[in-house]
Nanobody, 117 residues
């Protein structure tokens, strides 16, 4: 069964850090462009970060998270991670894992991140 399962969401104070993980089954993450998106309440889903195919992969980030978030891939565990630091209330959202290969798009069900004091 092909699926992406996110974990690691929760409540964190402003300025804090949190790590998200996306466990993939049925696909090999190094063969897909893997990414993270987020959707804040009342807003459209937006792209956050992505990592390209290959043994290492190059990374790209939305301007709003550049310098604060780091996407990485663990090929041995077949996971994609998002390490977030310097979190702000504006980062509050449901975070979704995404995989794309040509016309094949896969989404996880999301994990909620709440940044609040």
């Amino acid at each position: 069964q092909v699926q992406l399962v996110e974990s690691g969401g929760g409540l964190v104070q402003p300025g804090g850090s949190l790590g998200l993980s996306c466990a993939a089954s049925g696909i090999i993450v190094s063969q897909y462009v893997m990414g993270w998106y987020r959707q804040a309440p009342g807003k459209q889903r937006e792209w956050v970060a992505s990592i390209t195919v290959g043994s290492s992969g190059s990374t790209n980030y939305a301007d709003s998270v550049k310098g604060r978030f780091t996407i990485s891939r663990d090929n041995a565990k077949n996971t994609v991670n998002l390490q977030m630091s310097g979190l702000e209330p504006e980062d509050t959202a449901v975070y979704y894992c995404h995989a794309v290969l040509f016309t094949r798009n896969l989404w996880g069900k999301g994990t909620l991140v709440t940044v609040s004091s």
